[in-house]
């Protein structure tokens, strides 16, 4: 669309300036993230950037679809579950990650990626409940957005469905594996081994049982066989 006065150019000058200043944020914030390299567990906020990035790229590419190619804006919204999972990824497993390295690499003086895609080792109650909590909210909120998908109109391709299926495998697989690898050290902290992980499989009563006894037990203060205690 073409605009006919002074007044339209500025206007669309203007939606074009707001609707691309997010994107170009997050570039400036990736260039500055790559160039300190003294960042502990730079990589999660680097990861952070770039889903936020794409996420934010689709997003704002819809309304701008919507102004000047309003023929194609079925298309852009065949894509926006997809931006909504990438965002949703990035702030609640991403972020907390980043954060809680921070923390993790001070006070306990090891990585996020090795308490959160490890087996070997134990973790505390508390980091128990965060990754819990954290997996929770964005596996309520995947569920929102999927039960959503029927209130708005759009031109699905093959493409667009693929990348959301392989979005939402992706993002529900690290969801799985950092849930699974956190609970098999939970048991360690309790000197039991990982596989009563599999008592999870037990309807209703095995996995709320095994959701209160790791939630609140207190783990062992000393080494055992599975290595050093962290701080409860």
């Known amino acids: 669309m073409f605009c006919n006065t002074e007044l339209d150019c500025l206007h669309d000058s203007i939606n074009i300036a707001y609707y691309l200043s997010e994107p170009l944020f997050y570039i400036c914030f990736l260039a500055i993230s790559l160039s300190l390299k003294n960042i502990p567990g730079r990589y999660w906020l680097v990861s952070f950037l770039v889903c936020c990035l794409v996420s934010s790229a689709f997003y ?4 701008l679809a919507g102004s000047f190619l309003p023929f194609s804006i079925e298309y852009y919204q ?8 990438i965002y949703n990824f990035s702030v609640f497993i991403l972020l907390p990650a980043f954060l809680f390295n921070l923390w993790s690499s001070k006070v306990l003086n090891t990585s996020a990626a090795s308490i959160l895609l490890s087996w070997r080792g134990r973790v ?3 980091i128990y409940w965060f990754v819990a ?3 929770a909210v964005l596996f309520i909120s995947i569920i ?3 039960s959503n998908m029927g209130d708005y109109p759009m031109e699905e391709t093959w493409f667009s469905t693929g990348l959301m299926y392989l979005t939402l ?3 529900l697989g690290c969801l799985i594996w950092i849930n699974l690898m956190v609970t098999i050290k939970r048991w360690h902290d309790l000197n039991i081994s990982g596989w009563m992980t599999l008592c999870f ?9 095994c959701i209160i006894y790791l939630g609140f037990a207190k783990g062992k203060q000393k080494a055992n066989r599975f ?3 962290l701080t409860q």
């Open 60 to 63: 704002n590419m819809y309304p």
């Open 78 to 85: 065949a894509y926006l579950l997809t931006a909504r999972l």
């Open 124 to 126: 505390t109650r508390s």
């Open 133 to 135: 909590v954290s997996n």
């Open 144 to 146: 929102h957005g999927l």
């Open 169 to 171: 495998f992706v993002v």
């Open 201 to 209: 499989l037990i309807p209703f009563i095995g996995s709320i049982s």
């Open 227 to 229: 290595g050093e205690a």
